[in-house]
């Protein structure tokens, strides 16, 4: 039973367009949704994360979308470059609980200059 | 300064064979976590040890054995490798109180 249904699985973009990743979870439960940026053969690094009481977070060129009634919630990237080439994963955890992150598969997002 | 470290970074090995990885945090956290990435990229817990305290197993096959000898370490031992183990480990840690984990870079597993 996957808990975080991420997609698309791949994105390739031009440079200075929009990428944009979705989310969606099950558990009710759960209370923070990061987001992970992982280069190749390195680990995943947080980017940027929510709690549900915003429905928007904004820290760059990167901002989260949430809807609670929906259950989904999505990172844009804005002015995408090809730095920003990596592979991205939703997660979410539940805070005071077990807090074990629960991943999406990950989506592999190519920049083309 | 590296935060959170891991050795080795690459193991390949036999099957049957144990093997050992290390983690080490130096940002005073306290609770500290194994995950395995698969050859899809997919992300999974594993394990997760609060001032040297198992408080996850993840359904984990008991050929893994997790150890914190302190807060700041957790070693993961693999006894009797097989095929199927073949992944990147990566160790992160956190404050208890904290919201975000830091992950190490990750120790590649081959088995052959």
């Known amino acids: 039973q996957q808990q975080v249904k991420q997609s698309p699985q791949s994105l390739i973009v031009q440079k200075g367009g929009i990428s944009i990743i979705n989310c969606a979870y099950e558990?009710?439960?759960?209370?923070?949704f990061p987001w992970y940026q992982q280069f190749p053969g390195k680990g995943p690094a947080l980017l940027i994360a929510?709690?549900?009481?915003?429905s928007e977070k904004k820290e760059g060129r990167f901002t989260i979308s949430f809807n609670k009634s929906a259950k989904q919630f999505s990172l844009h990237i804005m002015d995408s470059q090809p730095g920003d080439s990596a592979t991205y994963f939703c997660a979410a955890s539940t805070l005071g609980g077990s807090e074990k992150l629960v991943f999406g598969k990950g989506m592999k997002l190519t920049v083309n200059p | 300064d590296t935060a959170v470290s891991q050795t080795p970074k690459y193991l390949v090995t036999q099957m049957g064979n144990d093997k050992s990885i290390k983690c080490e945090q130096n940002l005073g956290h306290d609770t500290m976590y194994w995950y395995k990435q698969d050859s899809k990229k997919f992300l999974k817990i594993m394990f997760s040890?609060?001032?040297?305290?198992?408080?996850i197993n993840e359904t984990v096959p008991n050929r893994f054995s997790p150890k914190s000898p302190d807060k700041a370490h957790l070693n993961l031992h693999i006894n009797s490798l097989e095929l199927g183990d073949s992944a990147v480990y990566f160790c992160?840690?956190?404050?208890?109180?904290?919201?975000?984990?830091?992950f190490g870079p990750g120790t590649r597993l081959l088995v052959l």
């Open positions: 992160a840690s956190k404050l208890r109180d904290g919201e975000t984990q830091y």
């Open positions: 929510i709690r549900p009481d915003v």
């Open positions: 558990n009710t439960a759960f209370d923070y």
């Open positions: 040890y609060n001032n040297k305290e198992l408080i």
